[in-house]
T-cell receptor, first 112, second 112 residues
C-alpha cells in the first residue's frame, strides 16, 4: 500500500529564516506530487505541482519554491520566511490527473 | 471566476441520522468530483469520487450524487456516527487541468 510522510508536524520559525519541508511517498512510482497551503478554517490553495523529477509548476507567485530531487521526494523551501508564510502546509500525491489526491498530515508553520 | 462552493458552512446532525452535505459548482466542463473529510489538525482524507458520466456512486455508508443539470453535488452519510465529525470539502477538476478547485468546506457536528 502507498503511504505519504510529511515532516515536521509543527514548526516555529523567525521571520527571515530559511525553510525546508520534506515529503516522501512510498509504495508507488512516478506519482504526481503537490504542495498545498491551508489557512485556518479555509479551503486549500495549490502552491506547486510536479509530474516528474525536476518538473515543477508554480501556481502562486510567492516567497516559496519547490524541488523534486527524487521520484518520490518533494521539498518546499524558502530562503527568507515572511509572517504571511504562516499556515498549514500539506503535501499530496496522486497516480494520475484524474485520480484522488492522498494527503500527508501536514506541517503547521508559525512564523514569528 | 469558476468555483465550487458549499451551501452550508455548518451542519448539525443527530447521531444515527443521515447527513447530507451539498456542494454547487459553476463549471459545466468539470468531469471529476471528489469528497474529502478533514479532521482537526490532519490532512484531508479521500472519501469518494465520481466522474461526470455517472450520477450516483456508493461507498461504505456514503453516497455521492451528481446532478449535472443544476451543477450540484451532494454527499450522503448514512447512520451518522461521532467519528464523522469533521470538515467536509468537495472538489472538482476538468480533464485538461490538473488543478483541483476546492469548495470552502462544511463542518459536520454530531449531536449525541
Amino acid at each position: 500500500s502507498q503511504t505519504i510522510h510529511q515532516w515536521p508536524a509543527t514548526l516555529v520559525q523567525p521571520v527571515g529564516s530559511p525553510l525546508s519541508l520534506e515529503c516522501t511517498v512510498e509504495g508507488t512510482s512516478n506519482p504526481n506530487l503537490y504542495w498545498y497551503r491551508q489557512a485556518a478554517g479555509r479551503g486549500l490553495q495549490l502552491l506547486f505541482y510536479s509530474v516528474g523529477i525536476g518538473q515543477i509548476s508554480s501556481e502562486v507567485p510567492q516567497n516559496l519554491s519547490a524541488s523534486r530531487p527524487q521520484d518520490r521526494q518533494f521539498i518546499l523551501s524558502s530562503k527568507k520566511l515572511l509572517l504571511s508564510d504562516s499556515g498549514f502546509y500539506l503535501c499530496a500525491w496522486s497516480r494520475t490527473d484524474l485520480s484522488p489526491l492522498h494527503f500527508g498530515n501536514g506541517t503547521r508553520l508559525t512564523v514569528t | 471566476g469558476e468555483s465550487v462552493g458549499l451551501h452550508l458552512p455548518t451542519l448539525s446532525v443527530q447521531e444515527g441520522d443521515n447527513s447530507i452535505i451539498n456542494c454547487a459548482y459553476s463549471n459545466s466542463a468539470s468531469d471529476y468530483f471528489i469528497w474529502y473529510k478533514q479532521e482537526s489538525g490532519k490532512g484531508p482524507q479521500f472519501i469518494i469520487d465520481i466522474r461526470s458520466n455517472m450520477d450516483k456512486r456508493q461507498g461504505q455508508r456514503v453516497t455521492v450524487l451528481l446532478n449535472k443539470t443544476v451543477k450540484h453535488l451532494s454527499l450522503q452519510i448514512a447512520a451518522t456516527q461521532p467519528g464523522d465529525s469533521a470538515v467536509y470539502f468537495c472538489a472538482e477538476k476538468r480533464n485538461s487541468n490538473y488543478q483541483l478547485i476546492w469548495g470552502a468546506g462544511t463542518k459536520l457536528i454530531i449531536k449525541p
